[in-house]
Each structure stands twice: as structure tokens, then as C-alpha cells.
């Protein structure tokens, strides 16, 4: 059989693809390229985690570097004649816990760690980090604190000289001569009211008022700012029986404390946040 006019002889022979072949070649690529651009976004996803200031923000990473505070916060007040050295909010708590029938529990740190596991485990975090992002994490805190020291010093050094009263004080200092037991209230303070007030208290305000308002950052302001409040509220006698009067520039001072701990917290991180309050609360000590 001789071929046709414009038409070879081996057009026959070569096998034609068709549709089904088509469609195979067409979704095997796309296989491909979607196995491509997935490797692209986790390379990606890799370099943002390895990123310090992205894993600061890490719930595994704070809890790393807040569980050493924690256990020396623990250890330091239980010991033998160490009820003076407990933390405001840890013996509010404790009387609380008396007062239903429950008895001495070490529920703050249970509650800390709890937390932030469930956020580890609902971001689906990877377990490993860099060691040397705690160190990071230790001379920032540190950094950070001694800034606000300074800046809490003259401040009240300027309120001093305004007012002529040489009484004025930082909110936290104490004429305490133990100063290590000083230390370790403060160290408690430094973590559980950072626990109470930004992640029990600021995380479910924002997302109530987000979801009532609309707008992330109204919603954010508007908890940061409620939170604060409250925060320095709890520090006077009229819901503490242990605190001093409220004095206006002292009310000033821990409002705006707590509104750069909001934002610490935020931007940085609870281990961060936790580290700076701690480093502040230590030096008022000193």
C-alpha cells in the first residue's frame, strides 16, 4: 500500500499520544512543579525559623529559657522559712487554693508549662533550636531590663524634684536588707504576673475584642491598654492589703511598664517579656 500524497510511510509506525496520555504528562507535571515550589516554601519556612528574632517567639524556645527561672524561683521558696519570699500573685493564689480545701499545690509552674506545650503543639513546632538563642535571649533581656532601670530611675528622680518629696521611690524597691529573699520575689513576680496578665489575660482579650470589634490592632490597643490598667490596679492597697496608696506617679510609671511589657511580649516573645520584667524587678531590689 503506497502512501497517500503528503503523507510518510512511517506515520503509522509512531504511535500518536492520546488524550489519556495527554492527561498523564499534564498532572505529572504539575506534580512536579507543585513538589518544587513546595520544597521553595519550606526552604523558606527553614530560613524564617532560623531567623533569632523568629525564634524568640518560639512557645518551645521561651519555655527553654523561662523553665530555669522557674525552678530557682521554686526551689528558693520552698525553702525552710521562705514564706516571706513567695511573690504576690503566688500567695494569692495559694490562699486561694487553701481557702476551697485544695491545699499547697505547685500550679504555676504546672499552668506555664501546660500552656505553652498546647501552643507548641497547635503550631506544630519542630522540638529543636539553637542553644545559642537562649544566650541571645539572656544579654537582650538583660539589655532590655537595665533600659527600663534607667529610665524608671529618672523618671523618679524628676517626679522627686518636681513634687520636693524625697520619699518617692521605684514602685518595687524595698528597704529589705535580705536581698536575696528580695530577689527571689522578684524573680516570681517577674514570671507568673508576665503568665497572668499577658498569656491568660492579654491573648483571650484580644481575640474576644477582635472578634467583637473587627479590627486586629484596635482589638490589640484596647486589651493592652484594659490589661494594664488592671495590672497596675492589683498593685495597691484597694485590691492588695500588702500594697502601698495609689500616688499618681507611681500609677503613671507601672501602667506604662506594663503597656512595654504588652508590647514586648507581642513583638518578642513571652521568654523575653518574662526576662526583661524579671532583670527590672531584681534591680529595684539592689
Known amino acids: ?32 512543579q507543585a513538589r518544587k515550589t513546595t520544597g521553595n516554601d519550606s526552604n523558606d519556612h527553614r530560613t524564617t525559623q532560623d531567623n533569632y528574632q523568629s525564634q524568640t517567639r518560639r512557645p518551645i524556645v521561651c519555655l ?51 500552656l505553652l506545650m498546647i501552643w507548641h503543639h497547635r503550631q506544630k513546632d519542630e522540638w529543636s533550636f539553637k542553644p545559642a538563642t537562649l544566650f541571645g535571649m539572656s544579654i537582650e533581656s538583660l539589655g532590655l531590663g537595665m533600659i527600663l532601670f534607667w529610665a524608671a530611675s529618672a523618671y523618679y528622680q524628676l517626679c522627686s524634684q518636681c513634687q ?85 506617679s507611681s500609677f503613671i510609671f507601672r501602667f506604662a511598664a506594663s503597656m512595654v511589657f504588652c508590647v514586648l511580649f507581642l513583638m518578642r516573645g513571652f521568654g523575653i517579656a518574662v526576662g526583661t520584667h524579671v532583670t527590672f524587678d531584681v534591680l529595684t531590689q539592689m
Open 1 to 32: 500500500m503506497r502512501p497517500r500524497s503528503g503523507q510518510l510511510a512511517t506515520d503509522g509506525l509512531i504511535r500518536r499520544p492520546g488524550r489519556k496520555s495527554l492527561r498523564r504528562r499534564t498532572l505529572s507535571t504539575s506534580r512536579r
Open 64 to 114: 527553654a529559657f523561662v523553665l530555669p527561672l522557674i525552678l530557682a524561683y521554686e526551689i528558693g521558696a520552698w525553702l525552710p522559712g521562705s514564706e516571706s519570699m513567695r511573690s504576690g500573685i503566688d500567695l494569692w493564689l495559694d490562699k486561694l487554693l487553701i481557702s476551697i480545701g485544695a491545699g499547697h499545690l505547685v500550679i504555676l509552674p504546672v499552668i506555664t508549662t501546660s
Open 164 to 248: 520636693a518629696d524625697a520619699s518617692l521611690m521605684l514602685p518595687m524597691m524595698s528597704e529589705n536588707p535580705r536581698w536575696t529573699a528580695a530577689s527571689i520575689v522578684a524573680l516570681g513576680s517577674g514570671i507568673y504576673e508576665e503568665l497572668v496578665f499577658r498569656l491568660l489575660l492579654m491573648v483571650p482579650a484580644i481575640l474576644i475584642l477582635k472578634k467583637a470589634i473587627g479590627q486586629r490592632y484596635v482589638a490589640t490597643a484596647v486589651a493592652m491598654i484594659l490589661v494594664s490598667l488592671i495590672f497596675t490596679s492589683l498593685h495597691y492597697n484597694v485590691f492588695n492589703p500588702s500594697g502601698p496608696e495609689i500616688e499618681i
